[in-house]
């Protein structure tokens, strides 16, 4: 299918002429004369052109004030314009605007057609990013939060509040598992920013300096092996969303320089001169209690309120199992769809221990049964024997006389089990870090780190 190409030229000769040009370049081109036949085309004919070439002054108007007006209709085309004289005030409104281009006749038709051509993927570009936007905001809408429990109900109704209103910053907590990172998403495409970028980062995964220099950027030479410029994630959220998950783990010195970010909405990059304004708004996630942290002089209190400006809590799967039949039909049927499988009947037996079940993982933990289950089928039937459930429910982990053992059934994340080993060698090492430091084969420090991380007890 060839791209549309909408030409508006009142010279009848030079119109032509173009149209020519563009239709040998394998152009779909439409030629009109004046801006009251472009915006028939345009509203009521249906074209959906790639790129418009316009004339600056035609019969029935100028062609910037038809721009600003039907800027909504077109705003994945492109615009070149065409004028006989140059203006600065025509050129500067028109880059305001946001036109691709602005040129003078007569011009060489080489380098128009070279200006066609970066209007046009400049148009693809745009076009992509709406495309993939409308599948996010199709994808994560109010309904992917599965449930009819009271909870969820009212958690449902507070999302659909929040995202009709500018907010600037709101913290989500929850147990690990719970879907902070779901609720984000919906956030996020469903509100006024959903065509902006939507940025994630853990704070717990990285460093403190390593985090500082991806949430502010860097300029180069600002460090050892800073080659070049890199822009933070604040930048690359510009417009958007940028979210902060495990913000509770962040160290606190940097803590400080995230309050005065999120207050003023600049940065200034590592080694860097000049501040830098944004435009982001913050959603933060943790599962901590975060008026516990502050009180234990854990996390600031300034920047706990700067951002608690809305709080959104969402509630562990065991106290919404009312919500349980409904999440396991809709993780079947994307796993069914996934690995082209056919589950159709759940046996009572299996209803019963997933009922009866603790869900320490919560939803991610359902969710990894589900998928694991689904996956291992092999006829319509749910197979209970790939559950897997651990028989005590109420031990994420057991002791055993040579070590330990942790079940590999989706109940225990990766920073669980981390946990529970340098939780039982501290135990065995009597609180000692430098012997449980040697038993665990790392450095004091790396110890001590997972220790604060997970709030351990050791001397």
Sequence with gaps: MRDSLLIIEDENLLGNELARYFRKQNWEVTLVCSLAEAEKCLTKQGID????????????????????????????????????YG????????????????IEKPCDLKRLNMLIEGAARSARAQRRLDNQTQEQNNKYTLQTLAGKS???????????????????????????????GLITKI???SGARAKGPLI???????????????????????FTGAKKRHRGLFEQAHTGTLFLDEIAEMDMELQGKLLKAVEDLRIRRLGGEHEIEVDVQIIAATNKDLPHEVSEGQFREDLYHRLNVINLHIPPLRERLDDLQDLILLFIAENNAKSNKNIRIIPDSVSKKLSA???????RELRNIIERCVLLATGNIFPEQWLQLPNNLNQSSISTENGLFLPLDGSLTLDDMEKTIIQEVLIQADSNVAAAARMLGMTRETLRYRVQKYQLKCH
């Design 87 to 102: 203006s600065v005030a025509d050129s500067v409104r028109a880059v305001r605007l946001g036109a691709y281009d602005f």
């Design 150 to 180: 009271q909870s969820i109900t009212q958690l449902r109704e507070m999302i659909k509040q929040v995202s009709q209103v500018p907010f600037s910053s709101l913290i989500i907590t929850g147990e690990t598992g719970t879907g902070k």
């Design 200 to 222: 994630e980062i853990n704070c717990a995964a990285l460093p403190r300096e390593l985090l500082e220099s991806e949430l502010f950027g860097y300029e180069a030479g600002a």
């Design 187 to 189: 956030l996020h495409y």
């Design 49 to 84: 052109p790639l790129v418009i070439l316009s004339d600056m002054n035609l019969p029935d108007g100028n062609a910037l004030d038809f721009l600003e007006q039907i800027k909504e209709t077109t705003n994945s085309t492109e615009w070149l314009f065409l004028t006989g």
């Design 357 to 363: 079940y603790h869900w320490p993982g919560n939803i």
